[in-house]
């Protein structure tokens, strides 16, 4: 029996739409961002407030319990979720950006310009962050998520430029490239209208790791203490709830919900990264 | 007996857009001692013959076909079956040949544990392994080197020997010069002949674009086109009476040593190949033809002319001779 | 070879020599008085404190030029005189450290190496069965995009209060004093179980994808296809295949340590276990600079340690870079 082929106009977003890891993984995130932009608005309460009882289980008047201090838990974690996308996005973005600079310049010059910010990569890879970052804080009066941004946006880049360093070495061993100095064309220009084009969908994918990367990095500093001073968070939400005896006193509404979201949207963002991969790389997709 | 026996082959590649009818009704006959041509443009199937023959995966879909080796049913449709005939009695060149080594493993290793595999230790054919290295001109060193210390010529070489190295009864040559200068082409082209000169395989298969590498070493060329077969017969014949336009075409594009092409233009044939996925009714040559007429609306059959084995699908040859 | 570990040692040398340069930094160029302050926070009796003023003063060498303070301080470092701590006076910093590393390295380097092979082996295996695959995929993820603290507090809350069978504070019961007893050995294993479980976990879920994906690369790979292609069974295949994709979640483990440190320190964190980590935050906490120092040095040198250590084992499972070819890293 002969079947007929089916009309396909956009070869990328039929996949793209087929792939269930792809669809699953922005559900999740799609989910997580209308919480943020939604779910304030969804609580009479404000999130310091002292609005009930303390240590309530969850109920119709508090859906995720109370705190310790009588705050409604539901509330700190919608609003806590703000600033875990914010600081996933400046600091996952200027983690690659930087990665992707120093990688770029690394793989297309060569020569000892590569040497030495291979060097420098490698050093800042070595230095570990958090112990960094637990005295650089204790320097720092007053700390916003904007500069808890800077800084993981400042540390977490060396992977993203081994990678992208990778990246620009195959490509510019490629023929295309070739031909284009051949016939005369400006660097700038090469680098525009051959190389970028390339690899936008490898540094889209970078971009959702290092967005995750940020998330679980802001999540921690938060919990050891060293996240912003003012305003709430989910990695701030557990540090509380642990500092506060939620743990032996079994106050799981608390602590649990804030680290699971963490999860589920981090997971979520991996799962999307793959499905991406299979979308961009058809070797890998499953027919 | 022939060495291969192919009758009305058909494999597809199953992609989102529907069946692409790659190979569509092969049949054709290989015999001992012979070195068979298979030519033609990319994407003409002329590769997928050949690794249907070998290894059948997806994409590739088997949809109808027979195929006999040295008389024995040669079961392509089923991979783990085929795995007693693989290396042993049907062995492959691959297209990619200078990337078929693991990059981790010294030659020596590679070569033992496939050998291992069949339950051969390597010491047992270490004598016959270096008579062939000296015969591809490999020095012995090669075998405690890894793939990247070689050459892309001599990587080559040493999957040449590899594939070869247990006497298959056939062999697939998929495109071995098309990366190479031209005098490895030339040194490659000869070792392909002292294969079968020293009957390490009985009957080759030479699948690859460049007529001119043919018309060095095959007894025969078939001559494909978007799928199916055009022409086939003795190399000679081909080369200097072809018959099918497309091969008329085909010959007459490459240039000759000798001509000045400021007088004659160099030609090239207009267009391209139809999309397999919903190819044309009759012949598929039409379009480009430039001497389609009528009939050609209607496909025409694969058919031999003379006792000298010539084969046309063209009605233009065939259509008087109803 | 040797411009491989040439290249190692230099760029190890380089991040130590940095490192020992921003620890000393940090006590010097901190806002107000640092002898005043650790001064007034220690509460000491009068004649103490002038003690400590005098030691202080002579342990910062704030009498000899600035660049005399960066060389004693060196000396210092190679002679294992971390000064005292503040915190938990007068007990030497080097002293604190030295109990604290045990219990850091007891869930660190089993949690590390266990979930290395663990979750390679079984990324391996889940990359062959479909089924295994589609339940392996979700909760992998899952597990490596978990936070280290979160996985921590929830097994201590599931495993240590709601079900009672582990403790969830403390590197051993307080009410016993160590000792060489069975007990106490049982009791150390009691209390290091959970802390252990939950870096295990999360580092577990991101080999098992690393590997998963890597093998599903490897398999893809022309030489695999060439295997096949010569009738190779599929367990010469496969373990090629394995092969290969080894080397790079080597240099993963690598890349990893940092994050791996991060880790430790929460997750000790999360149990009052006394590791290193758990030091270092109380020490930021109780604004002990001395201590502060010392644990940093330390850390800064394990992580040298461990990636050096990675690096030594890659050259002996890369065959090509004892050659003297990629020099990958």
Redesign the interface.
């Known amino acids: 029996m002969k079947k007929k082929p089916r009309k396909v106009k956009h070869e990328f977003l039929y996949f793209a739409w087929r792939n269930w890891k792809l669809r699953l993984g922005l559900l999740v995130v799609f989910f997580f961002v209308l919480l943020a932009i939604v779910g304030p608005h969804l609580t009479p309460y404000e999130p310091w407030a002292y609005v009930g009882p303390s240590a309530r289980p969850p109920c119709k008047e508090f859906w995720f319990g109370t705190t310790m201090f009588g705050q409604d838990v539901f509330t700190q974690f919608v609003h806590g979720l703000y600033p875990v996308f914010l600081v996933g996005v400046l600091g996952g973005g200027l983690a690659t950006v930087i990665g992707t600079l120093i990688g770029f310049t690394a793989g297309y010059r060569g020569g000892w310009v590569d040497e030495i910010l291979n060097t420098f990569t490698n050093v800042v890879l070595v230095i570990p962050t958090l112990a960094l970052l637990l005295i650089l804080a204790a320097y720092l009066g007053v700390r916003s998520f904007f500069i808890q941004a800077v800084f993981i946006g400042c540390t977490a880049w060396p992977w993203t430029a081994r990678a992208v360093r990778a990246q620009t070495l195959s490509l510019k061993a490629r023929e295309f490239v070739d031909l284009a100095k051949i016939s005369g064309m400006r660097p700038a220009k090469i680098v525009l209208t051959e190389i970028a084009p390339n690899m936008l969908s490898y540094l889209v994918m970078v971009f959702i790791l290092q967005f995750g990367g940020a998330i679980l990095n802001a999540a921690t500093l938060d919990f050891i203490g060293l996240g912003p001073t003012r305003g709430i968070s989910l990695g701030l939400m557990m540090q509380i709830a642990l500092l506060w005896g939620a743990l032996p006193l079994g106050m799981w509404w608390w602590f649990v919900p804030p680290g699971l979201a963490i999860a589920l949207l981090v997971g979520a963002l991996y799962i999307t990264n793959v499905g991406l991969d299979e979308v961009f790389n058809p070797k890998l997709r499953e027919m | 007996m022939n060495i291969l026996e192919v009758r009305d082959l058909r494999v597809y590649y199953?992609t989102?857009?529907?069946?692409v009818k790659a190979l569509d009704g092969a049949t054709f006959s290989v015999a001992e001692g012979e070195i068979m041509g298979l030519a033609g443009e990319s994407g003409c199937g002329k590769s997928t013959l050949g690794r249907s023959l070998?290894?059948l995966?997806?994409?590739m879909k088997y949809v109808d076909g027979k195929v006999f080796l040295e008389g024995e049913p040669l079961p392509i449709w089923d991979r783990e079956k085929?795995?007693?005939?693989?290396?042993?009695k049907v062995?492959?060149i691959?297209q990619?040949?200078m990337?078929?080594?693991?990059?981790?493993?010294?030659i020596k290793r590679i070569f033992a544990?496939?050998l291992a595999?069949?339950g051969i230790r390597l010491k047992q054919v270490l004598s016959e392994l270096n008579w062939r290295f000296e015969l591809v001109e490999l020095p012995l060193e090669v075998l405690k080197m890894?793939p990247?210390?070689l050459s892309g010529g001599m990587k080559q070489r040493v999957?040449m020997v590899?594939?070869t190295l247990l006497n298959p009864s056939l062999l697939i040559a998929d495109e071995v010069t098309s990366a190479l200068d031209v005098s490895t082409q030339k040194a490659v082209a000869k070792m392909l002949v002292e294969f079968r000169d020293q009957r390490f395989v009985k009957a080759l298969i030479v699948i690859t674009h460049d007529i001119s590498l043919l018309y060095q070493i095959a007894d025969t060329i078939l001559v494909m086109y978007a799928g199916k077969f055009a022409e086939k017969g003795g190399t000679e014949e081909i080369i200097s009476d072809p018959k099918h336009p497309y091969t008329r075409l085909l010959i007459s594009s490459l240039p000759k040593i000798g001509v000045r092409y400021m007088e004659t233009k160099l030609r090239g044939i207009p267009g391209h190949p139809p999309s397999l996925?919903?190819p044309p009714g009759g012949c598929r040559f039409r379009e480009r033809c430039p001497e389609a007429f009528e009939k050609c609306g209607e496909e025409p059959p694969f058919i031999t002319l003379d006792s000298t084995g010539r084969q046309v699908a063209c009605w233009l040859i065939t259509g008087n001779h109803d | 070879m040797t411009r491989y570990l040439v290249r190692k040692v230099t760029i190890y040398l380089l991040t130590f020599f940095l490192a020992v340069t921003i620890d000393w930094i940090i006590p010097r160029f901190m806002p107000g008085n640092p002898i005043q302050t650790m001064l007034s926070r220690a509460a000491l009796r009068a004649e103490a404190v002038e003690v400590m003023r005098g030691y202080y003063l002579k342990a910062f060498g704030l009498d000899v030029p600035v660049w005399q303070q960066y060389l004693n301080f060196w000396k210092a470092v190679f002679h294992g005189d971390l000064g005292v701590s503040v915190y938990l006076f007068p007990k030497p910093v080097i002293k604190v450290i030295a109990e604290a590393i045990p219990y850091t390295l007891a869930i660190l380097v089993p949690a590390i190496i266990l979930s290395w092979i663990a979750g390679n082996k079984f990324g391996a295996f889940a990359a062959r069965r479909k089924w295994l695959d589609s339940t392996l995929l979700p909760m992998g993820y899952f597990l490596t995009a978990t936070p280290y603290m979160w996985l921590g507090i929830f097994l201590a809350w599931g495993f240590g209060v709601a079900l009672g069978w582990f403790p969830i504070a403390g590197g051993y019961s307080f009410a016993m004093t160590p000792n060489l007893s069975w007990k106490f050995v049982l009791d150390l294993l009691w209390h290091w179980f959970l802390p252990f479980a939950s870096l295990f976990l999360v580092m577990f879920g991101g080999w098992a994808i690393g590997m998963r994906n890597m093998i599903i690369y490897e398999l893809e790979a022309d030489y695999s296809q060439y295997l096949e292609s010569l009738g190779a069974p599929r367990r010469l295949i496969r373990s090629y295949a394995f092969r290969n994709a080894i080397l790079p979640q080597i240099t993963g483990l690598a890349l990893q340590m940092g994050t791996i440190a991060a880790g430790a320190v929460v997750t000790e964190t999360v149990f009052s276990y006394p590791g290193i980590g758990s030091l270092i935050v109380q020490a930021i906490q109780n604004q002990d600079y001395f201590l502060i120092q010392g644990c940093f040095l330390f850390i800064i040198i394990g992580v040298l340690l461990a990636n050096f250590i990675v690096d030594i084992v890659y050259l002996i499972v890369d065959p090509r870079t004892r050659r003297g070819m990629i020099g990958e890293i």
């Open positions: 199953q989102i857009k529907g069946e070998v290894l995966k997806p994409p085929m795995n007693a005939f693989r290396f042993a062995s492959l691959p990619y040949a990337n078929a080594l693991n990059p981790t493993k010294k544990d496939i595999s069949r890894y990247i210390e999957v590899l594939s996925l919903e």
